[in-house]
């Protein structure tokens, strides 16, 4: 498990394995079935995994730090959700509730998800940026309305935004300082999602609509609860602590939509990315 989650973050992490099968009772491939079909007596074992990822996106060094990450992170999460699905089936758990222990791979898989969205998301603002705000378009409005409204805001100017603006090259400075602000220590939420599209001048891509990314905030929730809760039900409280009910199949969907997310904004920036490079008399790669 260290090793997966250590891949997470390796530049040279290429290629990915799908780890999504299809389950005993013949549900259609890429389809979850609901965590009750597998207490009912008469249904198999749920299988939880991911779909594959598309294809890659036609890009150059832009996109291939966060498209290394994803695939990674891919890779991690679906080995442990085959693990899991190993360690049901061996010891023939298709009856009854599902241990604890086997829905803390299912709460793992939230963990390790989340910060591959962190490690995506972060590079692809680190490495799309630097061409995206060499020309006019909505990702140059978005960095100077952000400088203009927190950073610069009622003439207040932080050390770190003096520091940025001196250094050395003020400009690569300042667009770091800019995807600091963005991501902060990690993703929070749909409200993040939404700073970083924006930030990638993808406000108007219907596939991260803000509607769209409301509906990723649930799965937010789920990584609050694990990462600052450890799923406890009133933490903070005495006695006897009980943990909250995590249906592992909900959990599969979740993590797989997370990741297609990704997708969602690596695809659209690597065109952006080759109209600005166009735009400029810039090769496409």
Not at 39 to 61: D, Q
Not at 64 to 81: C, E, K, N, P, Y
Not at 167 to 184: M, N, Q
Not at 242 to 268: K, M
């Amino acid at each position: 498990m260290i090793t997966s989650y250590l891949l997470l973050f390796s530049d040279a992490a290429v290629g990915h394995r799908a780890y999504f099968v299809e389950n005993d009772i013949g549900t259609p491939r890429g389809q979850h079935v609901s965590e009750a079909a597998e207490t009912n007596g008469k249904s198999r074992m749920t299988i939880v995994g991911l779909t594959p990822l598309p294809r890659k996106p036609v890009g150059g060094e832009e996109i291939r730090r966060s498209w290394d990450r994803l695939v990674a992170t891919h890779q991690s999460v679906g080995a442990l959700f085959t693990t899991l699905n190993q360690l049901r089936a061996a010891q023939d758990e298709t009856r009854g509730p599902i241990s604890e222990n086997h829905r803390d791979q299912a709460r793992a898989a939230i963990v390790f998800t989340t910060a591959g969205i962190d490690a995506c998301l972060s590079a692809l603002l680190k490495d799309a940026l630097p061409t995206l705000l060499r020309i006019e378009g909505p990702a140059h409005s978005a960095f100077v309305g952000h400088f203009m409204k927190e950073r610069f805001k009622e003439n207040k100017v932080t050390q770190a935004t003096k520091n940025a603006v001196v250094a050395f090259d003020p400009r690569t400075a300042l667009i770091d300082l800019y995807v600091e602000d963005l991501t902060g220590p990690s993703i929070q939420g749909a409200k993040d999602l939404a700073r970083c599209r924006d930030a990638l001048g993808l406000k108007s891509d219907p596939a991260l609509a803000q509607t769209v990314l409301d509906d990723h905030q649930p799965f937010f929730n789920a990584r609050h609860e694990v990462v600052h809760e450890l799923d406890l039900v009133d933490a903070a409280g005495k006695g006897t602590r009980s943990r909250r009910h995590r249906d592992i199949a909900a959990v599969g969907e979740q993590c797989d939509g997370a990741l297609q997310l990704l997708h969602a904004f690596i695809a659209p920036t690597a065109r952006t990315v080759r109209t600005a490079r166009r735009t400029m008399g810039w090769s496409d790669s």
